[in-house]
């Protein structure tokens, strides 16, 4: 059997074994310590805005530390892109808050201003008015950011921007992960970069990044005991994985041309294939980090669809996945309020997510090539 082809697996740059190495020699293997702090100043440099950064366990932790420090609790609503992994949603529940799914726009797969406004306008007439929206960057395209946030600061509701796929994409040149009242990124293995799993909560100024240190070391008072006032959390990032975030965020540049090369190699390869779409930007406004490539397929045009290319991928040990299922047509979410269309589900149920690892070499690429070239012959 051939190697597999990943999805998107984790990718070394060289650098990361130093600062781990760094890191037992000083003993500081602890969910703190230089790694920790430096890991945060370089996401902090490389984020640009007057920002303040907290590294973490994950980044389901982050948008759970979100929730709590935007004041979020039970009973509450929370306004939430039905078209992402479970991770965006998850944590609504976890403070005992509802979620209320928006469908997507069909130019970047993200919230649809249009449905959000809708959605704010009618909670608001049945006096729920929604406490927080949690905005996603699907695959890394950049979501409508200038109307969400323009339909979010009208209606006084802080926006949370969920950037766990993001990091590196840009809307109107400034960087995902800068948009939100709070910001959320991922580190975890299948993500652009990884720390073998952890996440950062992107925090506009000091006090909250304290909160949400605070929070994540399990909610300690300043005593000689160990005396709480709040319930507290073990959400710290590692020193140790801090140390694999060092040595990430020296190719995080690289990383991105690697996989916006992979955007690059399906739009050539399925350019000619009738039916097909390569995911891509609308305009200039946008630059993804192609965290994953997808393709959508009209199987009335192209005489084959996503399911066949993914048996015929997996036939030869090749990893593809269907988008994410949206939330709204999850089992866990069945009684959540919805609302727009189809344009998720519809997109869910055409497309398919393709090998997009930084990783992935010449003849990975060739393989994958021959695969889609066969299934495409074979009914064309
Ligand atoms: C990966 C991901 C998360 C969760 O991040 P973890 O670090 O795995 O907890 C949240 N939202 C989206 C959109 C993601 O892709």
Same mark, same amino acid.
């Given at each position: ?19 781990i ?15 920790v702090?430096?890991f945060e100043d ?5 984020l ?9 366990s994950?980044?389901?932790?982050? $948008? ?5 420090i935007?004041g979020? @609790? ?5 306004? =939430?892109? !039905? /078209? ?14 509802k979620?209320?799914?928006?469908d ?8 649809c ?6 959605a ?16 996603v960057h699907?695959?890394?395209?950049p ?11 009208r209606?006084?509701?802080? $926006?949370i ?7 590196? @994409?840009?809307?109107k040149?400034?960087? =995902?992960? !800068? /948009?939100?009242?709070m ?18 909560l ?11 240190i ?13 005396q ?9 990032m ?20 690697e996989?916006r090369?992979n955007h ?9 294939i ?6 891509t930007e ?14 959508t ?20 040990n ?8 949206p ?9 959540a ?25 010449n003849?990975d ?5 021959a695969?889609i070239s ?7």
């Amino acid at each position: 059997m051939t190697d597999k082809i990943w999805l998107s697996s984790p990718h070394m740059g060289g650098a990361e074994l130093k600062y781990i190495h760094e890191a037992f020699e000083q003993n500081w293997v602890a969910p703190l310590g230089p790694n920790v702090n430096n890991f945060e100043d370089d996401l902090k440099d490389y984020l640009q805005e007057d920002i303040e950064v907290a590294a973490l366990s994950a980044g389901t932790a982050a $948008l759970h530390l979100a929730l709590l420090i935007l004041g979020v @609790s039970a009973g509450d609503e929370v306004i =939430c892109q !039905t /078209f992402t992994f479970a991770a965006s949603a998850n944590p609504i529940t976890y403070v005992g808050a509802k979620p209320v799914f928006i469908d997507s726009e069909n130019q970047t797969w993200n919230m649809c201003p249009d449905a959000l406004e809708q959605a704010i306008i009618d909670r608001n007439k049945l006096g729920k008015k929604p406490k927080a929206i949690i905005v996603v960057h699907l695959y890394g395209m950049p979501a409508q950011m200038d109307r969400i946030a323009e339909i979010a600061h009208r209606y006084s509701i802080p $926006l949370i921007e969920d950037a766990a796929e993001a990091l590196g @994409s840009t809307f109107k040149g400034q960087k =995902c992960g !800068t /948009f939100g009242d709070m910001s959320v990124l991922s580190f975890n293995g299948n993500k652009i970069i990884t720390t073998s799993g952890g996440g950062a909560l992107i925090c506009k100024n000091m006090a909250q990044k304290h909160k949400a240190i605070f929070l994540s070391t399990q909610a300690r008072d300043n005593a000689p005991h160990y005396q709480h006032s709040e319930v507290g959390y073990n959400y710290r990032m590692s020193n140790i994985s801090a140390g694999i975030g060092r040595g990430q965020m020296e190719v995080l540049d690289q990383r991105v041309e690697e996989r916006r090369a992979n955007h690059h190699f399906y739009l050539n390869l399925f350019k000619d294939i009738p039916g097909t779409k390569v995911f891509t930007e609308p305009d200039a406004a946008y630059f993804s980090n192609h965290w994953l490539s997808a393709v959508t397929i009209d199987e009335s045009l192209a005489g084959f669809n996503a399911d066949e290319l993914y048996l015929a991928l997996k036939e030869e040990n090749i990893e593809s996945r269907p988008l994410w299922k949206p939330m709204h047509l999850q089992p866990v979410f069945q009684d959540a309020p919805y609302y727009g269309g189809k344009v998720a589900e519809e997109l869910f149920n055409t497309s398919l997510c393709l090998p997009s690892g930084s990783n992935l070499s010449n003849a990975d690429r060739e393989r994958i090539k021959a695969v889609i070239s066969a299934v495409n012959i074979r009914v064309n």
